[in-house]
Every structure is written in C-alpha cells, then in structure tokens.
Nanobody
Framework: VQLQASGGGLVQAGDSLRLSCTAS??????YGWFRQAPGKEREFVAG????????YYAEFAKGRFAISRDNRDNTLYLQMNSLKPEDTAVYYC???????????????????WGQGTQVTVSS
C-alpha cells in the first residue's frame, strides 16, 4: 500500500481544513489518521473501515473531525472543523491490512504510513 497525504497548511483558530490521502497498491480493511505534535508522541486521530461500517474518533476529534473515502478514486479524507492551536501537528494517513472494526489503533497496528502533512493553527 502506498499512501500520499496532502492538504496541510497554516490556518487560524476556528478555520476548517481538509486533508487528503491518495491510496494505491493492495486493498486494505481500514484506514485512518495519526498526528504528532512537537515534543509529543504520535496519537491516533480517527479510523474507518474500508466500507464505512465502523469508525473511531479520538475524544478530541469527536464533533469536529470527519473521516471519509471517495469510492471513485480511493482518496481518503480528514475534514477538520473548528480547528484549535492544539491541533497543530504533522498528520499522517495510515492503512491497516488486517481486519478493522473501528477500534483504537496503536502505531504498531498499522501496515502503511503516508509521509505526513503539516497543519499549523494560529491563535
């Protein structure tokens, strides 16, 4: 699986941003997004099963972020609304080959990583 993330940038608090991730190669059962802020550990943001029947959101993402996939071209998305300065991080799209049913994922549960895209939210 090859993943290529894009869409990051510099925004102000309260703004919205949509991250994209193009996926190619073999099929996988789940995909998601992690993020890593400076000086902090990488953390799981959201995940979704390939067909969309299961999803997971970290507490900080609930109500603000939405994960989705375009069936036409297998582009993965993370829509982020009401952004806060604490959302500043490098965001990574990920894929999981083994069965995924919407649970929390650790970095070791993931089979492929995109290269990361920087999101900076100013106050």
């Amino acid at each position: 699986v090859q993943l290529q993330a894009s869409g990051g940038g510099l925004v102000q608090a309260g703004d919205s941003l949509r991250l994209s991730c193009t996926a190619s190669g073999r099929t996988f059962s789940g995909y998601g997004w992690f993020r890593q802020a400076p000086g902090k550990e990488r953390e799981f943001v959201a995940g979704r099963s390939w067909r969309g029947e299961y999803s997971y959101y970290a507490e900080f993402a609930k109500g603000r972020f939405a994960i989705s996939r375009d069936n036409r071209d297998n582009t993965l998305y993370l829509q982020m609304n009401s952004l806060k300065p604490e959302d500043t991080a490098v965001y990574y799209c990920v894929a999981r080959i083994a069965d995924y049913r919407g649970r929390y994922l650790r970095a070791g549960d993931v089979d492929a990583w995109g290269q990361g895209t920087q999101v900076t939210v100013s106050s």
